[in-house]
């Protein structure tokens, strides 16, 4: 026993909304890592249109996202480019409509806000519709709801939900959060992870920290 190939497209035959996204994704500016996948009644190789909003090469911020990530349907990563500038008395950008209107114009008014690259973490399960905001760090572990719209980093193993997205609890103590993250089991070569997929699936940290 071995698990999925990382890079089956539809790793679960009968269900073809699920695809695995690294073999999917082809663009420099994401990175997705192994066993993450996208669930999408019309097909996950919809992916980057669908979910990856004003990601524009010239501004090059990337979306960063670890392994074994569950991302579902309708969720949407808002990278820097929805930004417009908020340095003058109106946001409206009169630059992009052309005709004379972008002269003068100073990107630098638009990059102040820019927040810089978008990062998920390892074992991370994000729910439908939920909005990601530019510049987010979500750490390994944590959950994000339903419609949630985050706009702040959520530390590692918490579960956040609501519009602005804030932390309902965490899911394990700080000692234990500490020691999950020094295991990364998501690291592991996958037939370790095979062999010790019952510790996984529990909660017996002890136990896994004894696997081999």
């Not at 003058?88 to 820019?114: K, M």
Request: with cysteine.
């Amino acid at each position: 026993m071995h698990g999925p190939d990382p890079h089956d497209v539809h790793p679960v035959p009968a269900h073809r909304r699920i695809g695995f996204l690294q073999p999917i994704v082809d663009d420099p500016l994401i990175e997705i890592g192994a066993f993450t996948y996208y669930d999408d009644p019309d097909g996950p190789e919809h992916f980057v249109a669908r979910c990856v909003k004003h990601h524009y090469p010239f501004i090059g911020d990337r979306l960063i996202i670890g392994r074994f990530c569950a991302i579902a349907t309708g969720v949407t990563f808002v990278m820097n480019g929805a930004n417009h500038a908020m340095t003058g008395l109106s946001t409206y950008p009169f630059n992009i409509f052309g005709h004379g209107w972008e002269e003068g114009f100073d990107v630098a008014s638009v990059a102040a806000g820019w927040r810089g690259d978008t990062r998920v973490g390892d074992d991370v399960w994000i729910g439908g519709e939920a909005i990601i905001l530019p510049g987010i760090s979500i750490g390994s572990g944590a959950i994000v709801g339903t419609r949630a719209v985050v706009s702040k980093d959520v530390p590692p193993y918490a579960i956040v939900a609501g519009n602005p997205a804030g932390v309902v609890r965490m899911r394990f103590d700080e000692a234990s959060v500490g020691r999950l993250l020094a295991l990364a089991w998501w690291d592991w070569p996958v037939e370790k992870i095979t062999r010790n997929l019952g510790a996984i699936r529990g909660a017996d940290i002890d136990a896994l920290e004894r696997a081999e």
